[in-house]
């Protein structure tokens, strides 16, 4: 259920903001109250968000849009690292190529963005949140997704060190684990196993969803929902946790 103003004039920056979670997400916070601005390369589409066109992985395009929230926003409250990609290839087709894009998108964005948003906080000396997009995928190997699943793996490892080393500034960092969830993503990943797999898309689509005890594929609401609740004060000594949000499908 949305807080109407549980996130009342905080400064948030959504990566990957244009389309499934990342909207989901930016949805949300601006229905709880907060300033909110999306970078993608995309523009982001929804009443009052502001939207920057970029690249996530680019360093000096990162630094540029977290210094423009902290100029228009006063400051920067609240920053989710959603950029990502999934591609479904066997490791022994896989070009290395692939496994760069994977790891650059998936990892690296979540590193400078993390980063700068870190600096800023500590220079304005009031604390923050850092919230990164990890997958159950991190947490167990998947066939065909060995660089999806490395790449979300890492991403455990790095917030997690984030929360040790950023605590004394009362600066908090969390992954969130999505399972299955209904997004523009799904034909994508539908197409790819059907290749490797020899069923339709349907199947594959049926397959991964008798996965889910739960019974349905996620939202982006249902994910957006945990991410503001980790954002809140209500999760102020949360903080290094990786949060599952999976209809109970291989739980943690």
């Known amino acids: 259920m949305t807080e109407l103003n549980r996130h009342s004039g905080k400064s948030v920056l959504v990566t990957g903001s244009a389309s499934g979670i990342g909207l989901g997400i930016v949805k ?17 589409k929804a009443e ?15 630094q540029q849009a977290v210094d423009r929230v902290v100029v228009e ?12 990609i999934i591609e479904v290839e066997p490791v022994v087709e896989m070009n ?8 650059d998108i998936n990892v690296n964005s979540v590193f400078l963005g993390s980063r700068a948003a ?12 850092i919230v990164n997009a990890s997958s159950g995928a991190g947490r167990r190997g998947v066939p065909n997704l060995s660089h ?6 890492a991403i455990l490892m790095l917030t997690q060190s984030l929360a040790i080393e950023l605590a004394p500034h009362r600066i908090r960092a969390n992954c969130y684990m999505p399972g299955h969830i209904e997004t523009p993503f799904w034909g994508g990943i539908a197409e790819g196993f059907a290749k490797v797999t020899n069923q339709t898309q349907e199947e594959v689509v049926e397959g991964f969803r008798k996965t889910v005890p ?22 102020e000594y949360v903080s290094g946790q990786a949060i599952a949000m999976n209809g109970a499908e291989f739980p943690f």
């Open 28 to 44: 949300r916070f601006l229905a709880e109250g907060a300033l909110v601005t999306g970078f993608d390369l995309n523009e982001t």
């Open 214 to 235: 739960w019974g349905r594929f996620g939202t982006p609401d249902d994910v957006a929902a945990s991410v503001s609740w980790l954002a809140s004060p209500d999760a």
């Open 148 to 153: 999806y699943c490395a790449s979300k793996a």
């Open 48 to 62: 009052g968000v502001k939207s920057i066109l970029g690249d996530a992985t680019d360093e000096k395009e990162v």
């Open 118 to 129: 870190a600096r800023v906080m500590i220079a304005k000396g009031r604390g923050g949140v």
């Open 96 to 103: 290395y190529a692939d496994w760069r894009k994977v790891m």
């Open 73 to 84: 926003q006063g400051g920067l409250d609240v920053m989710v690292c959603n950029a990502g």
